[in-house]
């Protein structure tokens, strides 16, 4: 009865390799987001997608795109992984995008890349 | 655009004492604010949250935040702490801008402690 779930839970992978995180929600909800927080707890948004309306902060590389093959699924996908990118990644899930409803969040996937 | 501030990386409180942990709020228009809670090695789970209505809001697990306009701050409270409330607060805050989902704006977080 998990409401949002993200796998794999650890992700170890090499410079260079691409890799896939998944996430999916049983909420019904109409807005999905993909979080990073770094090895100081600092949390950021990387991704909203609502509606086939993707929203991205302007500090993500391009390396990174988020994929929703529909409406309770949130994939995000990762080319060409550098260090810095080791984090763990948060996806969430909102009723409404225009209202004030709380996000819920997945267990995270933890990435170490070496 | 906006922004959130803690200013405690952590706080220590005995056992069975009130605890306050401090949140300040940057925004344009009406901030709708967050509470949510990071125990170790698990996700985000929301505690409160304050859109409009009476200053003080009552959520999870006895916590409670007052909001406070003039000061810009949102801070959360509990009147008798437990051990097992030790975890990572963050403070969030939307603005409300008629734009996209853009998510929510964190704060750095703060450690509570509780000491038995």
């Known amino acids: 009865d998990t409401a949002v779930s993200q796998t794999p839970k650890y992700l170890v992978t090499q410079m260079g390799n691409d890799k896939s995180i998944k996430c999916e929600q049983n909420l019904g909800h109409d807005t999905m987001y993909w979080y990073k927080q770094d090895s100081k707890k600092f949390l950021k948004i990387m991704f909203s997608y609502n509606n086939k309306e993707l929203i991205i902060n302007e500090t993500v590389p391009n390396r990174f795109s988020p994929k929703s093959p529909d409406k309770a699924h949130l994939n995000l996908h990762i080319n060409s992984l550098e260090l810095g990118d080791s984090a763990v990644y948060f996806c969430a899930s909102s009723q409404d995008p225009q209202s004030s409803y709380e996000q819920y969040f997945g267990p995270g996937t933890r990435l170490t890349v070496t | 655009a906006q922004s959130v501030a803690q200013p405690e990386d952590q706080v220590n409180v005995a056992e069975g004492n009130p605890l306050t942990v401090k949140c300040t709020y940057s925004v344009s228009g009406n901030p709708y604010l967050f509470w949510y809670v990071q125990y170790p090695n698990r996700g985000l789970q929301f505690l409160l949250k304050y859109i409009t209505g009476d200053n003080l809001v009552k959520g999870s697990y006895g916590f409670e935040a007052e909001f406070n306009k003039s000061q810009t701050s949102f801070h959360l409270k509990k009147p008798s702490a437990l051990v097992s409330d030790s975890a990572l607060y963050f403070c969030?805050?939307?603005?409300?801008?008629?734009?996209?989902?853009?998510?929510?704006?964190f704060g750095k977080g703060t450690h509570l402690i509780i000491q038995p």
């Open positions: 969030a805050v939307r603005s409300f801008s008629g734009g996209g989902a853009d998510g929510l704006t």
